[in-house]
């Protein structure tokens, strides 16, 4: 599911996300969890506002965030 994704400079200058919108609702970042490489894309699991974990992945080449898993606690 694509969705839009505020951005800061992270560490190395990369784009690390702090708040994104699924649909109607903004979902704040309140800790990055784990990030990783793979392949073209670049993935980060996040912390919400909410306290549910995401799994967030921003492809290089065509420059899209998208939400690849949503777990509640």
Known sequence: MRVDVACRAGHGGS????AFTLGERRVRV???LDR???GD???FKVRG???ARYILRRDFEIL??????????
């Not at 784009?15 to 702090?18: D, F, L, T, Y």
């Not at 899209?64 to 606690?73: G, I, N, S, T």
Request: no cysteine.
């Open 30 to 32: 309140t800790e990055i």
């Open 15 to 18: 784009e690390e996300p702090v």
């Open 41 to 43: 894309h670049l993935y």
């Open 49 to 51: 506002d909410d306290g």
């Open 36 to 38: 990783w490489p793979g």
């Open 64 to 73: 899209l965030w998208e939400l690849e898993v949503y777990e509640v606690e």
